[in-house]
C-alpha cells in the first residue's frame, strides 16, 4: 500500500509541474498592463483525479476486467453475420459505393466552413496515403515527407503566376517534380538505414524550407506567393465575373452566383484526388511490387538473396510516394490561394507521420481515418485551441496504451490458425 | 557448373576463407561439411557476392561472377536457401513463394507455384496462412520452394536441417533428392555432416578457412579421419 501512495503522489506532483504552467498561470492582457492570473481550479481537480486514479489503479483495473464483454455478445449470429459479409466481396463493394455516395452528397447539405474543413481533412488523407507507401509497407522512416508537399505547392504556385499554366496542366508536373525530387533524394540516401534515413530525411526537410524561404526570386522569400488561380472545371471559372471572356460556371447552369460552388467544387476535387490515390496505391500493392515493398521492410537479405535490388525497391517507394505529396501541395496551394513557407515546416511532416502511425502502419483505411479525426477534430474544438498540443499528447499516450498497433492495423489475409499467428507474434 | 578457384573473402582484417577451390558439375548433389567457424556459410556467402572474394574467382555456368552485384548474381539461374530460412513472416506462404519468382510473367508464374506445391503438399494446404505461423519445418520447405520459384539450375542450401527434428530432416533430405531427380543441381552447406554424405555425390571438408578432403559421399563417410572428426567416431 505504501508503494502505491507514494507512486499516487508521485505522478500527482508531476501533474501539478506540467499543468501550472498551462493551466495555472494565464497572461491577462488589460489595455497596456499585462497581469498574471492565477486560476488553480483546473490544476487542483486535475491534480486530485490523476492522485486518486493513480491510487485506486489495481481496484479499477480489476474492476474494467470483470467488466468485460459476454462472450456471447462476440459470438452471438447478428455480429457473425455482419463480420461474414464484411468478408465478402460484394458486400464490401456495396458499402464503400454507400461511404462514397454519402461523400458526394454531404456537402450539400452542411454549412461552407465545414466543408472547407473537410476539403484541408482530404488534403491530410492524401498526404498520409502517400507517406504510408514508404513509412507503412516499405518500411522506411522519412521524416521530412513535407518536402516533396512543398515541392509539389510550389510548382503549381510558380507555373500558374509566371506561365499562366492551367491547374489541370501543372498537376501531373507537381506530381513528376515532387517525384523527382524524391528520386534524386533517394539515390545516395537510402543506403542508409532506420534512424540515420530518418535524420537525413528530417534535415532534407528544413533545408527544402530554408531554401524557401532564401530564394527569393524564385519562391518568394518569407512572403511565398500569393494569387494563385483556382482550378476550373472544364475552362469554367467559379468567380462571380470571368477574366478574359471566359465563362463562368454560374453563367453557364444558369444559377445564381454563389461562393459555396467553388467551395464544394474544391472539396469535390479534393475528394477525386483522394480516391485516385486510393485506387492507385490500392493496385499497385496487389502487383509484385507491393509485395516486394513489403517483403523488403520484413527481410532485406532474403530480397537480395532472391536476385531483387533493395535500392531500386526503396527507391520506386520513395519517387510513388513523393509524387502524391507533390498532387496534394498542388492542390493544397490551390485551395489556399497563397502558399508561403510556414506552411511546410517540420510540424507538418510530423503530423504526417503521426496520421500514418495513428492510423496503423500499412493500412490504408486507418490513415484515412486518423486523418480526418487529427484535421477535424481540433477544429470541432476550436475553443480548446491553446490546448491543442496537449491533447495531441495524450491521444498519442493513450494509442500507445491500448491500441500500439493504430486504429485500424493492417490487416492481412485472414489466418486459419489466429491463436498460433498470435504466439508466433 | 559452379567453378571457384582459390577464393580468399576477408571479414574486415579476419581471413574467413584462405584460398577455397571447389567444382560442382551439373546434375550433381555435393555437400560442404565443417565445424562451426569453419567459413561453410562463408564461402556461400561469397558465392552469392556478399561480401565479395577478395582474391581468386568464382564461374558460374562459365560466366566470372566474382565482381558482380548480388542481385545481379541471383538472377542468373542460380538460387540460395539462406541460413536461418529467412522467409516473410508477415507474407502469406503463397505472398512469399510469388516472391520467389518475382521476376517471372504471370503464366510461369502459376505453372511454377503448381510445381512447388507438388512437391510440398503442406505448402498447398496452408497458402493463405502466414509464412510467420509456420512450424521450423514447414518454413524451412517454404524456402525451399521459394528457391526453386525462380527456377534455378543450381540451388545452394545453408544448413537446411538447422534445428529440425530427425524426421523432418528425414523429409526435406527425401525431397531434395527429388529436386535433383528434376533437373536441379544442389550445393549443400551442412553441419549434419552423416545426413549430407549420406546423400550427396561428392562431399568437400572445410577446415579452418582451407578445404582437407573432397572425395564422394561414400568415401568421406568411410574415412577415418571424417568419423572422427565429424560422425562421432
Known amino acids: 500500500m505504501p508503494r502505491t501512495l507514494i507512486d499516487a503522489l508521485l505522478a500527482a506532483v508531476l501533474t501539478a509541474v506540467l499543468l501550472i504552467p498551462i493551466f495555472g498561470l494565464r497572461i491577462q492582457v488589460d489595455g497596456v498592463n499585462v497581469a498574471l492570473d492565477r486560476t488553480p481550479t483546473p490544476v487542483v481537480i486535475a491534480v486530485v483525479a490523476v492522485f486518486l486514479l493513480r491510487l485506486f489503479k489495481r481496484p479499477l483495473q480489476r474492476l474494467w476486467a470483470s467488466w468485460k464483454v459476454p462472450g456471447s455478445w462476440r459470438a452471438n449470429s447478428a455480429t457473425a453475420a455482419l463480420r461474414q459479409t464484411a468478408q465478402h466481396p460484394r458486400a464490401r463493394q456495396a458499402l464503400w459505393l454507400l461511404l462514397l455516395a454519402v461523400a458526394v452528397i454531404w456537402p450539400f447539405t452542411v454549412s461552407r466552413g465545414a466543408v472547407d474543413v473537410m476539403t484541408l481533412a482530404l488534403i491530410y488523407v492524401m498526404l498520409g496515403l502517400g507517406l504510408n507507401i514508404v513509412v507503412g509497407f516499405a518500411g522506411l522512416l522519412v521524416l521530412g515527407y513535407a518536402a516533396f508537399y512543398a515541392v509539389g505547392a510550389y510548382a503549381y504556385a510558380y507555373l500558374a503566376q509566371q506561365f499562366g499554366l492551367s491547374f489541370w496542366l501543372c498537376l501531373p508536373i507537381a506530381g513528376g517534380l515532387a517525384a523527382l525530387t524524391g528520386f534524386l533524394l533517394g539515390l545516395p540516401v537510402l543506403r542508409l538505414r532506420g534512424d540515420y534515413l530518418a535524420i537525413v530525411t528530417l534535415g532534407f526537410g528544413e533545408i527544402t524550407r530554408l531554401l524557401l524561404n532564401n530564394l527569393n526570386f524564385l519562391t518568394g522569400g518569407p512572403d511565398g506567393i500569393g494569387g494563385i488561380p483556382r482550378p476550373s472545371l472544364f475552362g469554367l471559372e467559379f468567380g462571380r465575373r470571368a477574366k478574359d471572356g471566359g465563362a463562368t460556371f454560374h453563367e453557364f447552369f444558369g444559377l445564381d452566383y454563389s461562393g459555396d460552388h467553388a467551395v464544394i467544387f474544391m472539396y469535390l476535387l479534393g475528394l477525386a484526388l483522394v480516391l485516385a490515390t486510393l485506387f492507385v496505391i490500392d493496385r499497385l500493392l496487389r502487383m509484385p511490387l507491393g509485395r516486394a515493398w513489403e517483403a523488403l521492410r520484413e527481410d532485406e537479405i532474403a530480397c537480395r538473396s532472391l536476385g531483387l535490388n533493395p535500392t531500386v525497391i526503396k527507391l520506386s517507394a520513395l519517387t510513388l510516394s513523393a509524387a502524391f505529396a507533390g498532387f496534394a501541395g498542388a492542390f493544397f496551394a490551390a485551395r489556399q490561394g497563397h502558399i508561403n513557407p510556414e506552411s511546410f515546416t517540420f510540424i507538418e511532416s510530423a503530423m504526417v507521420l503521426a496520421i500514418v502511425v495513428l492510423g496503423g502502419m500499412g493500412s490504408q483505411l486507418g490513415v484515412v481515418l486518423a486523418a480526418i479525426a487529427i484535421t477535424v477534430l481540433p477544429e470541432l474544438a476550436r475553443e480548446f485551441n491553446e490546448y491543442r498540443m496537449l491533447a495531441f499528447g495524450l491521444v498519442m499516450v493513450l494509442m500507445m496504451m491500448w491500441r500500439p498497433q493504430g486504429l485500424i492495423p493492417a490487416s492481412r489475409p485472414p489466418l486459419t490458425l489466429p491463436e498460433r499467428a498470435e504466439a508466433a507474434r | ?233
Open chain 2, 1 to 233: 557448373m559452379l567453378k571457384l578457384e582459390n577464393v580468399h573473402t576477408f571479414y574486415g582484417q579476419i581471413e574467413a576463407l584462405k584460398g577455397v577451390s571447389l567444382e560442382v558439375h551439373p546434375g550433381e548433389i555435393v555437400t560442404l561439411i565443417g565445424a562451426n567457424g569453419a567459413g561453410k556459410s562463408t564461402l556461400l556467402m561469397t558465392i552469392c557476392g556478399s561480401p565479395q572474394a577478395s582474391e581468386g574467382s568464382v564461374a558460374f555456368e562459365g560466366q566470372d561472377i566474382t565482381r558482380k552485384p548480388t542481385h545481379v548474381i541471383m538472377q542468373c539461374g542460380l538460387a540460395v536457401v539462406p541460413e536461418g530460412r529467412r522467409i516473410f513472416p508477415g507474407l502469406t506462404v503463397q505472398e512469399n513463394l510469388q516472391m520467389g519468382g518475382f521476376f517471372a510473367d504471370k503464366a510461369r508464374l502459376e505453372t511454377d507455384l503448381e510445381r512447388v506445391f507438388g512437391l510440398f503438399p503442406r505448402l498447398k494446404e496452408r497458402r493463405h496462412q502466414r509464412g510467420g505461423t509456420l512450424s521450423g519445418g514447414e518454413q524451412q520447405m517454404l524456402a525451399i520452394g521459394r528457391g526453386l520459384m525462380g527456377r534455378p539450375n543450381l540451388l545452394l542450401l545453408d544448413e537446411p536441417s538447422l534445428g529440425l527434428a530427425p524426421i523432418i530432416i528425414a523429409q526435406i533430405f527425401q525431397i531434395l533428392k527429388e529436386i535433383r531427380e528434376e533437373g536441379v543441381t544442389i550445393f549443400l552447406v551442412e553441419q549434419n555432416a552423416h545426413r549430407a554424405l549420406q546423400l550427396a555425390d561428392r562431399g568437400y571438408v572445410l577446415e579452418n578457412g582451407r578445404i582437407v578432403l573432397a572425395d564422394s559421399g561414400p568415401n568421406l563417410l568411410a574415412n577415418d579421419e571424417v568419423r572422427k572428426a565429424y560422425l562421432g567416431g
